[in-house]
């Protein structure tokens, strides 16, 4: 990817937007519950130098769980950015995956040898159900988010 801004100007807006810290500490249960009390008003939390960065969302209230990698260099007097976009901790897609298909065939289970009326066997399904679309949905959202917020911040041009 290319950004319109100077290396000079890249390395800016790096130090503006980013509350300096590892990342996997902000995506940590402990280290969210530690950085509860930080507002700050920056776009990002992680780390960066005169090459490469690791970024995530500066937010306690409802973490990403995405950091971007990347690293950056001049190239024929243009900016280049190299960036992937991995989820962190690795198990986590794993997990918002598969537990709620999971706890739908449990609660199935229990519905079905407790022999409940059918009317709650229906609604506990389509609940379960709405529950999967959502967490898949909430997560590529959260991706989506992060990704356009970088794009914007930096002007990268695809």
Do not use: C
Not at 50 to 64: E, G, I, Q, V
Request: charged share 25%; proline share 4%; hydrophobic share 45%.
């Amino acid at each position: 990817m290319q950004s319109n801004l100077s290396l000079s100007e890249f390395r800016a807006r790096l130090k503006d937007n980013t509350e300096i810290g590892s990342p996997k500490l902000k995506l940590s249960p402990f280290g969210a519950f530690f950085t509860i009390f930080d507002w700050s008003s920056k776009a990002f939390y992680g780390l960066f130098d005169d090459k490469s960065f690791r970024l995530t969302m500066n937010s306690t209230m409802s973490p990403t769980f995405f950091i971007i990698k990347g690293r950056y260099k001049i190239t024929n007097r243009k900016l280049l950015i190299n960036y992937n976009i991995e989820p962190s901790p690795k198990f986590f897609l794993a997990w918002i995956k598969w537990v709620p298909i999971l706890f739908g065939v449990v609660i199935n289970l229990l519905l079905i040898s407790n022999e409940v009326p059918k009317k709650i066997y229906v609604i506990a399904n389509i609940s379960i159900v709405f529950m999967i679309l959502f967490s898949r949905w909430h997560v590529k959202y959260k991706r989506e988010n992060i990704e356009r917020k970088f794009i914007e911040i930096f002007e990268i041009v695809k």
